[in-house]
């Protein structure tokens, strides 16, 4: 599914690893990285420039993950994957910070789990 997203997106792909880690470690990341000190999802680091073919790593905190599937009430399989996602979006040029920014990069991470989870049935 992740190709296929990235094709989608009009990105080709040559490695994208998916690192899971504790809170602490994430958060430990978050702030020798990115000078962030809270805890976090995600956290993408992207190797390759954005006219080359996508190579990065993907940290996720699993123990977050777990917590916001609670509060979100979702599966944890739905949140891992809309995270996922997410991290993927930004490694195809999509950013969060402003407000249209998130709202499309929801919509995106919903077009994207509905794709997903339609292929199951």
């Not at 949140?79 to 919509?107: N, P, Q, S, T, W």
Request: some cysteine.
């Amino acid at each position: 599914m992740l190709l296929h997203l990235c094709q989608k997106e009009g990105k080709e792909v040559h490695e994208i690893r998916v690192i899971f880690c504790d809170k602490k470690m994430l958060r430990s990341i978050n702030r020798q990285f990115l000078q962030h000190d809270y805890d976090t999802d995600i956290i993408t680091f992207p190797f390759s420039s954005t006219d080359e073919p996508i190579e990065a790593e993907l940290y996720i905190s699993f123990p977050k993950i777990k917590e916001q599937a609670k509060e979100w009430q979702c599966s944890i399989k739905e949140e891992l994957h809309r995270i996922i996602f997410h991290g993927v979006l930004h490694l195809c040029g999509y950013k969060d910070k402003k407000k249209k920014e998130i709202a499309l990069m929801r919509e995106k991470e919903r077009q994207y789990l509905a794709l997903y989870f339609k292929s199951f049935r």
